[in-house]
């Protein structure tokens, strides 16, 4: 059980939330996430640690609703409990300790890039973030994560703020433009990880991925979450969930992460609440 | 002198077809009656072999003359001096290969049903007392006194060597904490086994037990992620550290089209049924596939629970495919007959070489070649080979690997100065369960591989023994004065 101790709606589909969890704050690095269920009949649902406070014993949480589990969790308010919180859980995420770093982010990838862009800025590490929403209503924590970075890039589908276009637009601009990334670290919606993907391989940019296959346990027991990843057998919640993104088979993520979509309506067309 | 019974009194079940739709208990236990006449079959034996086949080595011809002698409680008493945990022993044990085996009326007759008799006394306790499951009475050991019972013990992980090391360590007066990974307690009596086979009130009495007992039980908890070994022990003040986290990492095969959807590990398939209810969405909130033609690989307990699991909740046609032949099959006897009842088939000698996507990856094909078996292997069990050009594809919408389980690196991986073997079980002596690191004991599958729920619960007991050694032997050594093992 953990405590809702703050909450803040960033978009009319994406909630901040302040939860009180002092041992999984002590110990969570970037890249790692927690396992959440709101209720006994709940959905265990992985949710990337957007930041965290060792001092104030919180773990800071960006919930982008798209099905029946957000939409529940986004409905809980400040001083509400979370019934099951676990973490954190997966491998932290390698960082560099210096050189000029790109973070990508997109849905709610655009805040979890927080907690990356802070770790390197501490490390003296160049930091640039890249993100991207459909329009200037949907951008999230910018001014948060703009202020751990050297360079903040907005970009909208819409082209109503920042770079009119995507995210991996914006990237391949700042590479032709002669800004030298040494490495690019994305977390966002599969297709967006695939793009930049793509975009890096062809300049030849190091690049990592924060996979987001459907998991069960997300601790290793259950196998829901594998991947191929340069040709092996991996588990995205203890061996990622960040991969080398030119080596991910994201054609066979995708497909895995649609497995349950008549399920995912059919749950969003029932009675919601429930005793 | 009454006539002598050649076979064991049957066990009574639930009618195959009607057990198909729900998740009963298949097994109904003996009557009274019935459980008087089976225990006149044993003969108490002056030295009973039967003994020998049980790890732990319950005192079986006692209990049986106890139960005999109508005196069921008094029976359950003294097999919980070695197994805490009778009423799930008796329901799982693969007793064909260990206690039954032994028996020495077998062969010309059935041996002794032992399981269904320590299942039968167990039940009785909790059914016939309520409240009395919590009094774990006549128990060695329970030895509480002062100085040990400051001293805090954690214990890793829920599973049957857990919860046994938890029981005998509380009853010894250690203040103990048991620390789960997932939101319910139990590992795989809970998330694996599944109800027909062993009813979850079962195992949420044991730990309900545990908890009257003064065991402190805290889920959602990762040791080597939300807290370290080394934490436990040098900042949380933990005297000492039991692991028991299991061999939860499932195997796949390495074929093409191994994910594709539609394709789970048993573990999979059977967490989101057993622990997460997925056969109740959308009351539930987690899906499963549910399968109309299901082909099961493997042929151990988990195949068998995973197969009849599939035609629960709604498989049309369910089919066991495995290498070798029912005569290698691990499963046991009672599942595999239970399992043929309910209309699996089984596909001997067989092995998929590749799963077929249809256009959207979802599988629909599970191409298989013949096998056919040639001398031993290390195992010492015959070696199958595939028979050339023998391959066959068999239409499937639903498949599940139950090919075994490997640790779960998680522990090992975070605790410094903590030795493994090559394939991540952690080293431990077989006696004693003490590992590389000083304080820290591991038993179980863990430290064996998927093995039973009777191996884990005897290394619980070890270990439980082996810290209470470890702990006094170190409390005498700074107490300044007192002579090492003074008790
Ligand atoms: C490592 C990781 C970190 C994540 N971090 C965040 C985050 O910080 N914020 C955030 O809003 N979301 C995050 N997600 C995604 C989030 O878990 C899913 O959006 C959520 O599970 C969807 O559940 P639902 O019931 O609301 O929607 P559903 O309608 O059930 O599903 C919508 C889509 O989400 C995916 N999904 C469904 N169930 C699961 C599941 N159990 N596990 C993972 N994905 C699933 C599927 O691809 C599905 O098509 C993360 C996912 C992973 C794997
Ligand atoms: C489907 C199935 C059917 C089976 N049927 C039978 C049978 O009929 N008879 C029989 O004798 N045996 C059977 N077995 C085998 C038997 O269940 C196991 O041998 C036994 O459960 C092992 O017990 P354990 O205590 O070592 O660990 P487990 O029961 O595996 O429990 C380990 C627990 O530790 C938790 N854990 C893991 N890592 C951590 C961590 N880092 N921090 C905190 N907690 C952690 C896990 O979540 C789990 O709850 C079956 C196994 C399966 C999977
Ligand atoms: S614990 Fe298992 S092996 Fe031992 S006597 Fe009981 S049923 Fe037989
Ligand atoms: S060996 Fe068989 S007959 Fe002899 S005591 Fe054991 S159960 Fe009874
Ligand atoms: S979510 Fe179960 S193994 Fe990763």
Redesign the interface.
Same mark, same amino acid.
């Given at each position: 059980m953990a405590t809702i101790v703050h909450k803040r709606d960033l978009t009319p589909i994406t909630s901040l939330f302040e939860v009180d969890a002092p041992?999984?704050a002590r110990?969570a690095r970037p890249g790692q996430f927690v396992m959440v269920?709101a209720d006994q009949?709940? &959905?265990?649902i992985p949710v990337t640690i957007t930041d965290s406070s060792k001092e104030r014993g919180v773990i800071t949480l960006v919930i982008q609703e798209v099905g029946?589990?957000t939409r529940m969790v986004r409905s809980l308010e400040q001083g509400d409990d979370i019934?099951?919180?676990?973490?954190?859980?997966g491998r932290p995420v390698e960082l560099p300790g210096r050189g000029r770093v790109a973070l990508v982010g997109g849905g709610f990838g655009a805040g979890a890039i927080l907690s990356l862009a802070k770790e390197l800025t501490v490390r003296g590490v160049h930091v640039s973030s890249i993100v991207g929403a459909r329009n200037r209503d949907l951008i999230i924590l910018d001014k948060e994560v703009g202020a751990h970075s050297k360079r903040l890039y907005l970009c909208t589908d819409d082209g109503s703020v920042g770079f009119h276009g995507f995210v991996t637009g914006q990237l391949a601009a700042l590479v032709q433009e002669g800004d030298p990334f040494d490495e690019v670290f994305a977390i966002g919606p599969v297709a967006m990880m695939r793009a930049v993907a793509e975009t890096t391989g062809r300049f030849g940019i190091k690049t990592q991925v924060s996979m987001d296959p459907i998991m069960?346990?997300g601790?290793?027991?259950?196998?829901?979450c594998?991947?191929?990843v340069d040709g092996q057998?991996k588990?995205a919640c203890?061996d990622g969930p960040f991969f080398d993104a030119h080596k991910v088979n994201f054609a066979?993520a995708i497909?895995?992460s649609?497995?349950?979509v008549d399920? &995912?309506r059919?749950?969003m067309t029932?009675a919601v609440a429930r005793g | 002198m009454p006539m002598v019974q050649l076979k064991k009194t049957p066990l009574p079940a639930l009618d195959a077809i009607q057990r198909r739709d729900g998740f009963q208990e298949v097994n109904l236990g003996y009557t009274p009656a019935q459980a008087l006449a089976e225990a006149q079959r044993c003969l108490l034996c002056q030295e009973p072999a039967c003994e020998d086949g049980c790890p732990v080595g319950v005192p079986i011809r006692d209990f049986i003359k106890l139960i005999a002698e109508g005196k069921p409680l008094e029976a359950v008493r003294r097999i919980k001096q070695v197994n805490s945990l009778p009423a799930i022993c008796g329901r799982v044990c693969p007793q064909e290969h260990q206690c039954e085996l032994r028996c020495v009326i077998r062969g010309k007759q059935e041996p002794v049903a032992i399981g269904a008799l320590e299942r039968y006394v167990a039940d009785y306790e909790m059914n016939d007392r309520p409240g009395a499951a919590g009094v774990s009475s006549g128990h060695n050991g329970s030895t509480s006194n002062g100085h040990k019972a400051s001293a805090k013990v954690a214990v890793v992980g829920s599973g049957p060597a857990s919860l046994t090391a938890a029981g005998d360590l509380s009853r010894m007066g250690y203040q103990v904490t048991l620390f789960e990974?997932?939101?319910l307690p139990g590992g795989v009596l809970m998330?694996g086994i599944p109800e027909f086979r062993l009813p979850k009130s079962i195992v949420a009495a044991e730990i309900d037990k545990l908890r009257e007992q003064g065991v402190e039980i805290r889920? %959602?908890?990762?040791i080597g992620?939300?807290?370290?070994i080394d934490q436990l022990m040098n900042e949380m003040g933990y005297a000492a550290v039991f692991i028991g986290s299991g061999a939860?990492?499932?195997k796949?095969m390495?074929i093409p089209g191994? %994910?594709?959807?539609?394709v789970?590990?048993a %573990?999979?398939f059977l967490?989101?049924i057993n622990l997460?209810?997925a056969h109740?969405?959308?009351?539930?909130?987690?899906?499963v596939?549910k399968g109309q033609r299901v082909a099961v690989v493997g042929a151990g307990d988990t195949a068998m629970d995973v197969v009849r699991t599939a035609i629960r909740v709604g498989a049309k046609e369910a089919s066991v495919v495995y290498r070798r032949t029912e005569k290698e099959m691990t499963a046991r006897v009672e599942d595999y007959r239970h399992a043929a009842e309910e209309g699996v088939i089984f596909r001997w000698l067989t092995t998929p070489v590749r799963l077929v996507g249809s256009g959207?990856?979802w599988v629909r094909g599970m191409e298989c070649v013949r096998m056919e078996l040639c001398e031993p292997d290390e195992s010492g069990r015959r070696r199958p080979m595939p028979v050339p050009g023998s391959e066959s594809v068999m239409e499937v919408d639903l498949v599940v690997m139950a090919l075994g389980t490997n640790p %779960?690196?998680?522990v090992s991986q975070s605790t410094p100065g903590l030795a493994t073997d090559q394939y991540g079980h952690i080293k431990a002596d077989p006696l004693t369960g003490a590992t590389s690191k000083p304080g820290v004991f591991a038993g179980g599958d863990v430290v064996t591989g998927s093995a039973t729920v009777i191996l884990a619960a005897g290394a619980g007991k070890r270990s439980a023994l082996a810290i209470h050694r470890y702990l006094s032997e170190k409390l005498n050594a700074s107490v300044p004065g007192r002579a090492a093992g003074s008790h």
């Open positions: 041992l999984i110990n269920r009949r709940g &959905e265990r029946r589990t019934l099951d919180f676990v973490g954190p859980l069960v346990d601790t290793g027991m259950c196998g829901a594998r991947l191929t057998l588990f203890v066979e497909v895995r649609k497995t349950y399920e &995912e059919a749950a029932t | 990974a997932l939101h998330y889920c %959602n908890t990762v992620r939300t807290i370290t939860g990492s499932p796949f390495g191994e %994910n594709l959807t539609g789970y590990s %573990n999979e967490t989101r997460m209810k109740c969405f959308p009351d539930y909130d987690t899906p596939k959207d990856g %779960n690196p998680t």
